[in-house]
C-alpha cells in the first residue's frame, strides 16, 4: 500500500533545507504512520537527495508528521542548478513510499 | 465586547493573480488587505534595479495592483499592508501616493515602514553566514544587500498615525497579518502566547491561494473545485486570536481542515519553534476544525520571547548559470538523448570549459527525483536533455547552451526545441543580527 492512500503533503523550502508534511487523511491512521514513516525510512527513501540529515516532528493534535531535511537543495533555490529548485516536488516523491499491509491495529 | 477583524490575503508572492484581491476587497467584508509578494532573492534583484534608477527598486507589479484595488478599499475603508517596498519602500510610498491622487483620492495617507537594510551594518562587522559559515566580508563588492525581517513593531507604528496605505521593504510575513491585530486589539509584545497565535494566523494566510485548495489538488485523492477561480483567504480573528477561516462564497477552492493542515506546516522546521521578530512561536497546540461549509476555526497557537536576533537575508553575485536543453521523442528517444549527455559531458571536456558545477538531467526521466526513485518507471514517449553549470564568467557559461546547439547538426538524430541561457546568479544567505542593532522608523507621505 502506499502512503498516498492514507496521507497528504506539501514541501517547504529555507536555504538548503526541505520540510515535507506527512498529513493523515484519517487521524486514525495517525499511529499507524508514527510506527512507518520514520526518519531513517525517509532518510533512506531520499537516498542520494538528502546530503544532510532528516529529523521528524510530531504533531499529535493534527494528526500530522513533519520531516525537516538539510543539505537537499543544491544549496538552496537562489543556487541550485536542479530544475525544480524548491524541492517543491519532493512530497509526491514521498506520497510513493511503500507501507506494509496490516491486519489489525 | 466580542469584536472581530478580518484580514484578507491578496498575494502570496509578487507575480500571484491579481482578480482574487479585488474579489476580497469587493465581497469579502474585509477591514484589512494585505499582500505579501518578497521571496528571499526578491530584495536582491530590486537594489540591482534601484542601483540603476534611484526612484525603481520597490514591486514590479505595485502600480497594476494598487490600482485595481486602491478605488474600492478607500471607498470601503479598508487599510492596505505590504511589503511591496521591497529595496525601495519610499519610492513606493511615493508612487502609491501619486497613484491615489491620478485616481482621485484625496488625502489617502501612505507610510514607509524603514530600515530593513543593514547593508553597511553588515559589512562593517564580523558576521559570518549561518549556512556555510563564511564571513560575509570576505565577499566585497559582491554582496548586493542585506535586509533584516523587521517584526510587527514598526508597522503598528505605521498603523497609528492613521494611514490607509502601510509598506514596508523586508518584514517577516506573519507580521503583516499580525501588525492589524495588534494595533486593533492592542495585543502587547509581551503577550508570547498571544503573538504565537497571531503568529499562526499570519502563517496560514500569508500564501494566499494556498490555503484555498491552491497547490493542494491530486486528481482521485484530492478534487479542488473552481481552481481557476481560485478565491483567497480571509482571517476572522478574534481579540483572543482565535481565527475562522475562510473565503468569498462565490470564489472558487475550497477551505478545509487539510487545506489548513497543509498550510500550517509549509515551510515550518521545529513546530514548537518557529522563529519570528516578535516571538518563537509553538503550532504544536494548535487545533483546527471545521465550523461550516468553507469555514475552519484555528486555535492554540503560543509562544515564548523572541530569541533577540533577527535574521538578514544577504544577497551577492554567486557566479553564473549556463543552460542549454534539446528534446527528443519517439521510439528510442530515451536511448539517444543518454547518448546526447554523453557527447555534451565529453565535449565540455575536450573544449575545456571551466565549471564548478555540472549537471545533467533528462527532463521526463530523472531531473526531478534522481535516477533511484525513477529506475523502475516506464520509458516516456519523449524526453528533454537539460545540461546547466556554474561558472566564473558570463562567457563561460554561455559555452554550455552553446554545446548543447551543436547536437542539432552534430549529434543523434532527430534532437529538436533547443533552447540555450546564461544568466547571473543572485544566492542568498542568511546572517543573526542582534535586534538592538537595527533602528526602523516609519515616515508617512500625504496625497
Same mark, same amino acid.
Given at each position: ?73 543544491g544549496g538552496?533555490?537562489?543556487r541550485s542548478l536542479a530544475l ?22 | ?14 507575480? %500571484? ?16 488587505? #494585505? ?41 470601503? @475603508? ?31 495617507? =501612505? ?24 564571513? #560575509? ?15 510587527? @513593531? ?11 496605505? =502601510?509598506?514596508? @521593504? ?29 503568529? #499562526? ?16 489538488? %491530486?486528481? @482521485? ?21 482565535? =481565527? ?41 497546540? =494548535? ?31 554567486d557566479g553564473y548559470a549556463g543552460e542549454g536543453q534539446i528534446s527528443y521523442?519517439?521510439?528510442g528517444a530515451v536511448a539517444r538523448a543518454r547518448l546526447a549527455l554523453d557527447i555534451v559531458r565529453e565535449r565540455l571536456q575536450l573544449t575545456r570549459v571551466q565549471s564548478s558545477e555540472l549537471r545533467f538531467d533528462l527532463i521526463g526521466v530523472d531531473s526531478?527525483?534522481g535516477g ?11 524526453v528533454r536533455l537539460r545540461v546547466t553549470a556554474r561558472c566564473e564568467t558570463l562567457a563561460e557559461a554561455t559555452r554550455i547552451g552553446n554545446e548543447v546547439e551543436t547536437l542539432y547538426t552534430n549529434g543523434p538524430a532527430g534532437g529538436g526545441g533547443v533552447f540555450r541561457s546564461a544568466r547571473e546568479i ?15 522608523? #516609519? ?5
Amino acid at each position: 500500500m502506499k502512503l498516498r492512500t492514507l496521507a497528504h503533503s506539501r514541501t517547504g523550502d529555507k536555504g538548503d533545507t526541505s520540510n515535507i508534511s506527512v498529513i493523515a487523511y484519517d487521524p486514525g491512521d495517525y499511529e499507524r504512520l508514527c510506527r512507518e514513516v520514520t526518519a531513517a525510512r525517509v532518510q533512506q527513501h531520499f537516498a542520494g537527495l538528502v546530503h544532510g540529515k532528516v529529523t521528524r516532528y510530531e504533531l499529535p493534535g493534527i494528526a500530522a508528521l513533519n520531516f525537516v531535511m538539510t543539505f537537499t537543495l543544491g544549496g538552496g533555490v537562489t543556487r541550485s542548478l536542479a530544475l525544480d529548485a524548491h524541492g517543491k516536488s519532493l512530497s509526491s516523491a514521498l506520497l510513493d513510499l511503500e507501507l506494509p499491509e496490516e491486519g489489525g491495529a | 465586547m466580542t469584536r472581530s477583524i478580518r484580514l484578507g490575503s491578496g498575494a502570496g508572492y509578487s507575480g %500571484d493573480r491579481i482578480e482574487p484581491a479585488v474579489e476580497l476587497a469587493e465581497h469579502g467584508d474585509i477591514h484589512y488587505l #494585505v499582500f505579501e509578494c518578497l521571496a528571499e532573492r526578491t530584495i536582491a534583484l530590486a537594489q540591482q534595479a534601484r542601483r540603476r534608477d534611484a526612484e525603481a527598486g520597490f514591486d514590479p507589479l505595485l502600480e497594476t495592483r494598487l490600482r485595481a484595488v486602491l478605488p474600492i478599499c478607500a471607498a470601503k @475603508g479598508i487599510r492596505i499592508v505590504t511589503n511591496m517596498g521591497a529595496a525601495n519602500p519610499l519610492a513606493a510610498a511615493r508612487k502609491t501616493a501619486a497613484i491615489a491622487q491620478e485616481l482621485g483620492l484625496s488625502g489617502l495617507k =501612505v507610510a514607509a515602514v524603514l530600515g530593513d537594510d543593514v547593508h553597511d551594518a553588515v559589512l562593517a562587522g564580523d558576521h559570518r553566514f549561518e549556512e556555510s559559515g563564511t564571513p #560575509v566580508a570576505a565577499l566585497g563588492d559582491r554582496v548586493i544587500s542585506a535586509n533584516a525581517y523587521l517584526g510587527a @513593531g514598526p508597522i503598528v507604528e505605521a498603523l497609528a498615525t492613521g494611514a490607509q496605505v =502601510v509598506i514596508t @521593504g523586508r518584514a517577516a510575513d506573519p507580521a503583516l497579518f499580525m501588525a492589524p491585530l495588534m494595533h486593533e486589539f492592542g495585543w502587547s509584545f509581551d503577550d508570547h502566547a498571544r503573538l504565537g497565535q497571531g503568529t #499562526v494566523v499570519g502563517h496560514l494566510l500569508e500564501c494566499a491561494g494556498q490555503i484555498t485548495g491552491g497547490y493542494f489538488a %491530486d486528481p @482521485g485523492f484530492k478534487d479542488v473545485p473552481g481552481l481557476a477561480r481560485l478565491g483567497f483567504p480571509i482571517g476572522e480573528v478574534s481579540d483572543n486570536g482565535d =481565527v475562522v477561516i475562510s473565503k468569498v462564497a462565490a470564489a472558487g477552492g475550497q477551505v478545509t481542515t487539510a487545506t489548513c493542515k497543509e498550510q500550517l506546516l509549509y515551510e515550518i522546521h521545529d513546530p514548537k519553534r518557529y522563529l519570528q521578530p516578535d516571538v518563537v512561536a509553538d503550532f504544536t497546540g =494548535v487545533s483546527i476544525e471545521s465550523v461550516g461549509a468553507d469555514r475552519v476555526r484555528v486555535v492554540g497557537g503560543r509562544g515564548t520571547a523572541p530569541t533577540g536576533t533577527l535574521k538578514v537575508s544577504v544577497g551577492y553575485v554567486d557566479g553564473y548559470a549556463g543552460e542549454g536543453q534539446i528534446s527528443y521523442g519517439g521510439p528510442g528517444a530515451v536511448a539517444r538523448a543518454r547518448l546526447a549527455l554523453d557527447i555534451v559531458r565529453e565535449r565540455l571536456q575536450l573544449t575545456r570549459v571551466q565549471s564548478s558545477e555540472l549537471r545533467f538531467d533528462l527532463i521526463g526521466v530523472d531531473s526531478l527525483h534522481g535516477g533511484r526513485l525513477s529506475q523502475r518507471a516506464a520509458e516516456p514517449y519523449e524526453v528533454r536533455l537539460r545540461v546547466t553549470a556554474r561558472c566564473e564568467t558570463l562567457a563561460e557559461a554561455t559555452r554550455i547552451g552553446n554545446e548543447v546547439e551543436t547536437l542539432y547538426t552534430n549529434g543523434p538524430a532527430g534532437g529538436g526545441g533547443v533552447f540555450r541561457s546564461a544568466r547571473e546568479i543572485v544566492a542568498v544567505q542568511s546572517v543573526l543580527l542582534p535586534s538592538a542593532l537595527i533602528r526602523s522608523r #516609519v515616515e508617512v507621505i500625504g496625497a
